[in-house]
């Protein structure tokens, strides 16, 4: 498979202040296995998906062979594109001169991929892509500056920018419920469960300098609070592998804990050449890979 050097390119718009951070990154894959409470990783199976001086970032597995990232293009342009794991080969489902789109997921129906899209005058929300490549279509119109989210129940809970940063949830155009304030940017819902879980910044312990933030949920079917420990310290992307794990990263390092734990484990390092500091990440059971953003070192 040969990582992607060169996207179309696009027509630059400017960007509003986001909450995305633009490096030069790079997705990389490994072999994994989960067992238990247990992550191995297979040793010498990291390969580079991209491989560009760019930005390449947010991957999301869509199914059981493919995974969306958003990628950017010489000018700054971002789309949205797939990697098939299969074939080795890149497709773009967005190809917008005017616009940048950020953070795809699939919706819970399947028949869309998700993003964050910046609009032609700033405007910050979400829009959904069919995966036939069709129209595509604003989902909440009046719901911005949308940075991330999650989805559940054909809804998708959002973290929205502002002084605080809030991350609510539409139980419909009428309810609107703020499930909390000062949030991190790692939305994820619980697999199996209808809880969202998030990291709240209002609520940390200092760890040999530095911070430890609380993870919790809320569950959106009963409205009910739930907790799950601390974050690493000075870390805050994590991702469940199951209903039970969750997984972060620290510089090069892995770790992994129980829900109901508090202790988190080292599970192992991804160490591949030119590339520090993992950052996003996003796991497939079905092919059993783990992707994570890597950034990339400058010689």
């Not at 899209?117 to 009046?142: A, C, H, I, M, S």
């Not at 709240?200 to 959106?220: H, P, R, S, T």
């Amino acid at each position: 498979m040969k990582p992607i050097k060169s996207l179309i390119a696009i027509a630059f718009s400017c960007l509003p202040i986001m909450a995305f951070t633009q490096i030069s990154s790079d997705l990389i894959a490994v072999d994994v296995k989960v067992t238990g409470s247990k992550l191995t990783i297979t040793a010498g199976s990291e390969f580079l998906i991209t491989d560009r001086p760019l930005y390449d970032n947010q991957p999301a597995f869509i199914n059981d062979i493919q995974m969306a990232f958003s990628a950017a293009d010489e000018k700054g342009n971002h789309d949205i594109i797939i990697y098939n794991f299969e074939s080795g080969k890149f497709t773009n489902l967005t190809k917008t001169a005017d616009l940048n789109e950020f953070s795809p997921s699939l919706t819970d129906c399947g028949l869309y991929v998700s993003a964050v899209t910046v609009e032609e005058d700033g405007k910050q929300r979400l829009w959904l892509y069919p995966t036939n490549f069709g129209e595509p279509e604003l989902l909440y119109d009046d719901i911005a500056p949308v940075g991330y989210y999650d989805w559940y129940d054909n809804k998708a809970a959002m973290f929205v920018l502002g002084q605080p940063n809030t991350l609510v949830y539409p139980y419909s155009k009428s309810d609107v419920l703020t499930i909390s304030e000062n949030v991190g940017r790692a939305i994820k819902k619980r697999p199996k469960t209808s809880i969202i879980t998030y990291v709240d910044k209002n609520d940390f312990k200092e760890i040999a300098g530095e911070k430890a933030f609380a993870i919790k949920g809320f569950d959106l079917e009963n409205r009910q609070y739930q907790e799950y420990g601390l974050t690493i310290p000075g870390a805050e992307d994590l991702i469940w592998l199951n209903k039970n794990l969750i997984l972060m990263a620290k510089d090069n390092e892995l770790y992994i804990k129980k829900a109901n734990e508090n202790t988190w484990r080292k599970a192992g390092e991804i160490n591949f050449p030119g590339y520090k500091n993992i950052s996003r990440m996003a796991y497939s059971t079905e092919l059993e890979k783990l992707v994570v953003v890597m950034e990339r070192v400058e010689d």
